[in-house]
């Protein structure tokens, strides 16, 4: 069972530059997350979605889009890259959006924009 | 609004001790969940215990169990018999019952002493 895959595992971007972040999950999940987790500092929500067609801003929203077109991936895009942008990235799924549901995550994808 | 604190910023325990690791949180939802995470340093974030504001007993899971004081408004994480394999960041968490931001302590790096 893969549970939470999400791709590139890393990437290097110039500034200006745009990338998409893949999430995939396999658990039928309804709810998927993506945080931002820089040094020194646990993981922020960026957007997450609350089902197919379906998303939302989280506390740290800016620079990015969202999209969730199959229930099963979640997009996360950078239109134009800035060095402030540089973190470690990490999709999580849940099955309910309850304070009882366990998030599941993804192994991260490190980004650096120089 | 909702808001973790992990005051210890690293902790040191010798192998086969116990060492609890502390989590302080604040909020005026009387419904929540609260979380534990580990993240080695491969970097995934591994789900350890869950305890819900409205359960009478302490959570365990094997050799992590979860320290509740709800009047305290602390939730700290012990681990019983560590292991080397234990050394990693832990990280606390905390989402309330209509919040889909899930809001998480800044970490505290636990390194297990041969």
């Known amino acids: 069972n893969a549970g939470v895959t999400q791709t590139p595992k890393f990437r290097v971007l110039k500034t200006g530059q745009s990338m998409t972040l893949l999430c995939a999950q396999d658990?039928?999940?309804?709810?998927m997350y993506w945080y931002r987790q820089d040094p020194g500092m646990g993981l922020r929500l960026i957007h997450y979605?609350?089902?197919?067609?379906?998303?939302a801003k989280g506390e740290v929203p800016d620079g990015y889009n969202v999209s969730r077109l199959k229930k099963q991936n979640f997009l996360l895009g950078l239109e134009s890259a800035a060095p402030s942008q540089t973190s470690v990235y990490f999709c999580?799924?849940?099955?309910?959006?309850?304070?009882?549901?366990?998030?599941?995550f993804g192994p991260g994808t490190r980004l650096t924009v120089l | 609004a909702q808001k973790i604190t992990q005051t210890q910023p690293g902790m040191f325990v010798q192998e086969k001790e116990a060492v609890t690791l502390d989590c302080t949180y604040d909020?005026?939802?009387?419904?929540?969940?609260l979380f534990w995470y580990k993240q080695p340093s491969s970097g995934e974030m591994i789900f350890l215990i869950y305890?819900?504001?409205?359960?009478?007993q302490n959570a365990t899971e094997g050799r992590y169990s979860l320290n509740f004081q709800k009047a305290r408004k602390s939730a700290n994480l012990v681990i019983s018999a560590s292991q080397l394999g234990d050394s990693a960041m832990y990280f606390c968490?905390?989402?309330?019952?209509?919040?889909?931001?899930?809001?998480f302590g800044a970490g505290t790096r636990l390194t297990v002493k041969p």
């Open positions: 999580a799924s849940s099955y309910a959006g309850t304070s009882t549901d366990t998030q599941y």
């Open positions: 658990m039928n999940h309804e709810y």
């Open positions: 979605s609350v089902g197919e067609g379906t998303t």
């Open positions: 909020t005026s939802d009387p419904s929540y969940g």
């Open positions: 305890q819900g504001s409205y359960d009478q």
């Open positions: 968490a905390m989402r309330e019952y209509n919040n889909n931001d899930m809001r």
